[in-house]
Structure formats: C-alpha cells, structure tokens
C-alpha cells in the first residue's frame, strides 16, 4: 500500500503566543474574524496588565507587612475596583504558590468586546483610557504633532469642559449640634441616594423621548414629575431652563450617554458637603438669603455629565471645520469657534442649551435625593429635617443677556467658562426674593477647605459683564496629585479634622486634594476688594461626597 502522512500544525494557546499570531498574522481573508482577532489581542494585552497589577500588589502588600505596616492601612492603600480586600488578606496570609488571576469580576470576551467596540463597528479599534499624561525629559526623536487644526486630530482631554457645571446651596433648620450624633448616618444615606463615580448612573431612568423633553424643559420638567418644588425652580439661574434647546442637535452618542445619568453626581472635582455656616460677613443679606451661623447647609456640585462632555467633544471636532471656513484668527491653537449667526453657531448653540438644561435637572434630581436622605435618617430625632433651596448658578456656560456698552443697551452673548454670574440689585433676572439685594454667588473650595457665599454687586456689571469667580483653580495636575499624594493618608487627615470623607476611589480622592488647589479664601479677598462680588458668608465642611 501507499503510506500516507499527516501533519498536525499545533498553536499554543497561551496569551503571549495568541497575541502574537492574531496580531502578525491574522485573519485576513475574513473581515468579522480579522475584527473579532484584533479586539482578542487587546483583551489578552488588558487582562495581562491586570495580572501584572495584581502580582504587583501582592508583593507590594506582603512587603508592607513584613516591614511592620499595619493590616488595615495595606488594604486602604491598595484595594481598588479590580482588587478587592480578599485577594490583599490572602497574599499576607495564605502565600502564593502561582501567579493570581484576573478575578472574577473581570469581564468575559463577549461583555469586553460589546463594551469596548461600542460606536466603532468592525473597524477593528477598540476604546481605552490614556494611562497618564507626564513631561518627557531629554527626548531627542520626532514627534509627529497632531494639532486640533490637523484632520487627523481627534483627542479631547477628559474634562475638557461640561456645560453648566455648576453649585447649588441648600439650606436647613438644623444647627451643627443637632446632626453631630447622626453625621456619620447622614453621610452613608447621602451616598448611597446621589450616585457618584466615572459612568456612575443616575437616580431617574428615562427614554429617549423624554429625555429630549428633559433638555427643552429644564427643571419644569422636574417639576411636573414631582422631582421639584416652585421655590427651587425660582431660586435657580434662568429658573432653571436656557432658552434655545434643540435637541435634534444633539448626537445619538450623547444621547446614549445622558440617558442613565440623570440624577447622578459623576467624578472629578464634583462633589456633595455638608457643611456649617461659619462665619456672616454681611447679616442684612445673609438674612435675605436664609442664612445664619452654625447653621447646617449642603451643596451639591456637578454638571451635565456624559451627556455635556460628549456634546463638547462632537462639536471641537465639526467647529474645526468652521474656523478655517470663516477664516477666524485664534489665540490658541486648541480652541474652536464659530460665528453666533452662522449654521454652524446656532448648531452648537442649540446643543450647549440642553446639556446646560440637562445639568439643571440633574443637579434637582440630586437635590432631592439630598431630601430623602434627611429624612431617611433624622425623622424622629430632629424637629425639622426639610431643606430649601438658596440658590443654584451656573458655571460654564454662553447665554444671551442685555447690558450697557457705551451708553446703550446691547443684547450680548456672554461666555462665563470657569466663572459665575454676579448680578447686582435690580436686575430682573434675579429671583424676586433677592432682587433687593442682588444674586447669591456660590463659589466652593477644594475638598477639605472653606466655601463662601457671596453676592453680585452693580460693580460686576460695570467691569466684567456680570460675571466673578467660580472657584480656586488647580495649581497641580490630577497625575502629580496622585504621585505625591496618598489618598488614605489624605482621607485620615480630613477626618482627623472632624470631616467625614466618602469617596469612590482613593485615587480619586488624592487628585482633589487641597494642596492641588489655589487658596480659596485669597481669591475671594481679591474678588471682594475688586468689588465684583461681597462676602456674605463662610462655610466649613462636616463631610464630603466624592465621586
């Protein structure tokens, strides 16, 4: 007979070897494989840095331990999303005889590759976070620059900038004394009724049809569905809707990611206090505003979310265009801009009002939220627990308002982007509760310090349209922050202080840290003394919400 060979090609199945073959070799006579190869290799890429992190960890905290650190300050200090206190507890004290899995809260390929492709298709291209921004040092290759004016520029820096990212001030009948005993109870019912945290989702649940009646409604939206009272909607900044919404501006991205974040406080600087009314600089309007020493108040602090941020990101990219159409001349390579009458304009406009309207809801929905807290916990214990609103006003955002220029009245578009209004007496926009005395201006600290409330002056119109600060700028990027400080370090400092701390992530935590942060208090001397705004009132936190 005829004797017959077979040969059997073997593959190694191990990460290492599959990485390679899908990523040089492939499946190129097959388009769906080719794509489904391409995300394999960076799932296999993904699941081996958290191995790495994990092995790292483990000898990281075995280190820490036989140095004599204690147990509960390694699981403070090392414990993230992706390793819990088990998998710590384990390599103290059960020993490692192989290298550590992912876990199983890791995702599977088929949940991976739905989460990581979303929006891209079969292209083959997968999303991912950038690792860290850091200054190169005596680096003498070429870089190839890609510059917001180059087609193929197509980075946004997170945070960029949300559309109305703002503040808002509720106040109490409580006195510091009053929710001392229940301070610790109060601030695990807050974070659990304001969600918080990157892609944190909200407390409201809507469909896409009501989502862009949301937008065009602002917080009569809220307040038809019982999420809001008349008060709070007067004692909001345009009570609480900017005219011009059009949601049909607005993409299917940005949509898609507005839709579960309604009521939810996010990350970043964003953040819910408790705080206590220090300090009354000025009694007649303090009094106006609801305000007394020792007085308990709560501020919430966030914006538009996913929403804002997507809005922002589809238009850098479409204005790009605009400015090389219009022949605009720019200050900084980085910024984009169109005419405000132009197709382009009032497209951007259109949408910039619904995130501006969507961050008003939000931040009501929260608000309501904060209520039931207050009463989840101190029913029973205190005479009245309910919370009203002072005021809540924006900071990022463009509106149109009239004001005079040379003698005559001029209707302006004005942009306040880290900056807040500071209306004087008088003007009509102000509610009719403080018209008197002018607009409250809410203008936080960094986590840990004071926060003040201040009040428009007739100054502010004169010199700067309205307009004062917002806050205390960073003087640390969130990546220094990080290296320099640890966040469980910085969570036991607060609290040392008497501030109850609540953050989703001591990463997170350390990039807020105050010392990545301005003076507050200098900046608001120098605002007082410019007289765009007075001092009203100071607030010290009791405790802090973080995302």
Same mark, same amino acid.
């Given at each position: ?8 090609? *073997? ?5 290492? #070897? @599959? ?24 799932? @296999?890429?993904?699941? !081996?840095? =958290? ?52 876990? +199983? ?39 190839? %620059? &890609?510059?917001?004016?180059?087609? %193929? ?94 949601? *049909? ?11 579960? !974040? ?8 964003? &953040? ?13 309007? /303090?009094?106006? &505003? ?22 922002? %990101? ?42 501006? #309207?969507? /961050? ?17 916990? $101190? ?7 309910? $919370? ?9 955002? +463009? ?50 310090? /004071?926060?003040?409330? @201040? ?36 969570? !036991?400092?607060?609290?040392? !202080? ?27 001397? =120098? ?11 100071? @607030?010290?936190? $009791? ?5």
């Amino acid at each position: 007979g005829v004797r017959s060979v077979r040969l059997r090609l *073997s593959i190694s199945s191990t990460p290492a #070897n @599959l990485i390679r073959l899908w990523s040089r070799v492939n499946f190129e006579y097959n388009r769906q494989r080719r794509q489904a190869a391409l995300v394999a290799v960076q799932y @296999l890429k993904e699941k !081996q840095r =958290v191995v790495a992190e994990r092995e790292w960890v483990a000898a990281t905290a075995a280190a820490m331990h036989t140095a004599g650190v204690a147990p509960a300050r390694i699981y403070a200090e090392l414990t993230t999303d992706r390793i819990n206190r088990r998998f710590i507890e384990r390599s103290l004290y059960g020993g490692r005889a192989t290298s550590p899995r992912v876990g +199983a809260s890791y995702p599977d390929f088929d949940t991976y590759r739905v989460q990581a492709t979303d929006g891209l298709g079969e292209s083959g291209m997968v999303w991912t976070r950038v690792a860290a921004v850091e200054p190169v040092e005596s680096f003498e290759g070429e870089v190839y %620059d &890609f510059t917001v004016a180059h087609p %193929d520029h197509n980075f946004v820096a997170n945070g960029f900038v949300v559309s109305n990212c703002g503040v808002r001030l509720l106040g109490t009948y409580l006195e510091q004394e009053e929710i001392a005993p229940y301070l610790q109870d109060l601030t695990a019912a807050l974070y659990r009724a304001c969600p918080s945290g990157v892609g944190g989702k909200g407390r409201v649940r809507v469909s896409g049809r009501e989502l862009d009646e949301l937008v065009v409604e602002g917080a009569r939206w809220a307040l038809k569905r019982g999420l809001a009272r008349p008060e709070d909607v007067a004692h909001t900044e345009e009570e609480g809707c900017l005219p011009g919404a059009d949601p *049909s501006k607005v993409s299917p991205r940005a949509k898609e990611r507005g839709r579960p !974040q309604v009521g939810s406080l996010g990350a970043g600087n964003h &953040f819910l206090e408790i705080d206590v009314v220090e300090e009354i600089y000025d009694p007649e309007v /303090a009094d106006a &505003f609801g305000l007394r020493e020792n007085q308990v108040v709560v501020q919430i602090h966030c914006g538009s979310r996913g929403y804002g941020h997507q809005i922002c %990101d589809d238009y850098v990219k479409s204005l790009q265009g605009a400015v090389r159409k219009y022949g605009l001349s720019l200050p900084d390579r980085e910024l984009v801009c169109a005419p405000i009458d132009s197709p382009e304009g009032r497209a951007y406009y259109g949408a910039m009002a619904c995130a501006v #309207n969507y /961050a008003f809801v939000n931040r009501q929905v929260l608000a309501m939220g904060v209520r039931e807290a207050f009463e989840q916990v $101190l029913a029973g214990k205190v005479a009245d627990f309910d $919370l009203y609103q002072v005021y809540d006003v924006a900071h990022n955002i +463009a509106k149109f308002e009239m004001h005079e220029v040379e003698g005559k009245q001029m209707r302006l578009c004005v942009h306040r982007k880290g900056a807040t209004r500071a209306f004087g007496p008088g003007r009509p926009e102000v509610p009719e509760a403080y018209r008197e005395v002018g607009q409250p201006v809410l203008v936080p600290g960094s986590m840990g310090t /004071a926060s003040y409330v @201040l009040v428009g002056t007739q100054k502010a119109l004169d010199l700067s349209w309205g307009s004062t600060c917002h806050g205390a700028g960073r003087v640390m990027s969130r990546h220094k922050a990080r290296k320099k400080i640890w966040g469980a370090d910085l969570r !036991q400092e607060l609290e040392a !202080q008497g501030i109850v701390v609540r953050a989703g992530s001591m990463k997170g935590l350390a990039e807020e840290a105050p010392a990545a942060y301005k003076d507050v208090s200098r900046v608001v001397e =120098v605002v007082h003394g410019a007289g765009l705004a007075r001092k009203v009132a100071r @607030l010290r936190p $009791l405790a802090v919400i973080k995302g």
